[in-house]
């Protein structure tokens, strides 16, 4: 109940910020897996693409994109949210109706990497990052609500457009997305009218990280805390792509029909949304040192209730735990960059780490498919990255110490 008041109180006095931040969010929905793998039989049929070619033509647009980041996201720091969020959101919807009018397979290649550039890595990226800027006491919080702006379109947008395709030429449905962001640009504008300081116009809102310095980019990569907390918080996204990407082949080696694993789906989410307020609220009460070194432990438990899974049952307490961990990964990132290392270059520290993450989330699904291939069982694989959790949980534990001791200590 304290929770909600909390929450309640917050919402109202700043909804403006809240609600442009979850706006983006959800709009990055349009370059996410969860969604534009919903179009995986269409494009594969319209461009003549077997299972291996459509995988190996995503995971190197994913990767460039990831690579492409490490630039674009420093772009957060030098323009405001509202300037930078509008012309991202324009080049995304000019990129979906290139999606419905594309008739090349270079063209595909090419569509599929500003698909994710402009949504799930920039939209999100300014969602975060202008969070992450505006909210330092109540980052945790205002970073949980805007985050369900992502949960939201998860929920909707996949089942929506699964049942639109049978109405709609897919091609159509693309051109639909992209009305529906030229839409909603408007909406983006008027919520920034009043855009809260930014670092361009206002150093006095800009906390600083680690001996009371701001931290650049450069500085931030040559720090082992950077690297021990990106790839721990990288494996998230990698494994959790890994997972739901082979969910067709999983089905069959458990016998069960997809549709019967697609409908423990819903609990994931439920699960996901609350464990998101839960660590909004905890990440305010109790820091976000503390929360890291435990976050990742449900996907452990998770993994391994997939592997011995003889019943639905079974997996569906482990999507549950995976939506409890979701609720941590969600909302530590955006606040970790900015307690150990300052919200100056935010942007600029925060793409190199989401860089590393979108990469993973490409190689994963490749390789798992790889050792499949290869005769590695699936399951095993399950058993085997349940144990990669508990390790990034433990490599944390020195260097954050070490941290903490920093961020009260001058330069």
Same mark, same amino acid.
């Given at each position: 109940?304290?929770? %909600? ?68 996201? &420093? ?63 109540? *980052? ?55 855009? *809260? ?5 206002? %150093? ?85 040192? *503390? ?76 390789? &798992? ?31 954050? *110490? ?10």
């Amino acid at each position: 109940m304290i929770i %909600q008041s909390t929450y309640v109180q917050f919402l109202r006095d700043n909804a403006p910020f809240l609600a442009a931040g979850a706006l983006l969010a959800a709009l990055s929905s349009f370059g996410q897996t969860f969604l534009i793998s919903v179009f995986a039989g269409e494009i594969r049929a319209e461009f003549g693409l077997s299972n291996g070619d459509w995988g190996l033509l995503y995971m190197v647009a994913t990767m460039a994109s990831a690579a492409v980041m490490v630039w674009g996201g &420093s772009l957060t720091d030098r323009f405001r949210a509202r300037d930078l969020g509008v012309t991202i959101l324009g080049l995304l919807a000019l990129t979906c109706l290139a999606m419905a009018w594309n008739t090349h397979v270079i063209g595909l290649l090419l569509v599929i990497f500003f698909l994710r550039f402009f949504g799930q890595g920039m939209s999100s990226m300014i969602s975060v990052v202008a969070i992450s800027r505006w909210f330092i006491a109540t *980052r945790g919080r205002a970073l949980a609500i805007a985050a369900l702006g992502f949960i939201s379109a998860e929920m909707v947008l996949p089942v929506t457009t699964v049942w639109i395709k049978s109405h709609v030429d897919w091609r159509s449905i693309w051109v639909g997305f992209a009305y529906i962001i030229l839409a909603l640009i408007p909406l983006l504008w008027m919520l920034l009218k009043l855009e *809260r300081t930014p670092q361009a116009t206002a %150093q006095h809102d800009i906390a600083t990280g680690m001996n009371a310095r701001h931290w650049t980019r450069a500085q931030a990569l040559r720090h082992p805390l950077f690297w021990v907390l990106a790839l721990s918080m990288a494996l998230f996204p990698m494994m959790a792509t890994t997972f739901w990407f082979h969910q067709v082949h999983f089905a069959e080696i458990k016998g069960w029909d997809h549709l019967t694993l697609v409908a423990v789906l819903p609990l994931g989410t439920a699960s996901f949304m609350a464990s998101n307020f839960l660590f909004g609220w905890a990440v305010d009460r109790f820091g976000v040192s *503390r929360l890291l070194l435990v976050y990742l432990l449900p996907y452990t438990v998770a993994f391994v209730m997939h592997g011995f899974a003889t019943s639905i049952v079974w997996t569906a307490i482990g999507v549950m735990l995976m939506g409890l961990a979701g609720g941590g990964q969600s909302t530590l990132p955006g606040s970790v960059w900015s307690t150990y290392f300052g919200t100056a270059h935010i942007g600029a520290i925060k793409s190199a780490a989401m860089a590393l993450a979108v990469l993973g989330s490409a190689i994963g699904p490749g390789l &798992s498919g790889w050792l499949i291939d290869a005769g590695v069982g699936y399951e095993n694989q399950l058993l085997a990255y349940s144990s990669t959790f508990v390790f990034a949980s433990l490599a944390m534990i020195i260097p954050l *110490r070490r941290a903490n001791a920093q961020l009260a200590a001058p330069a």
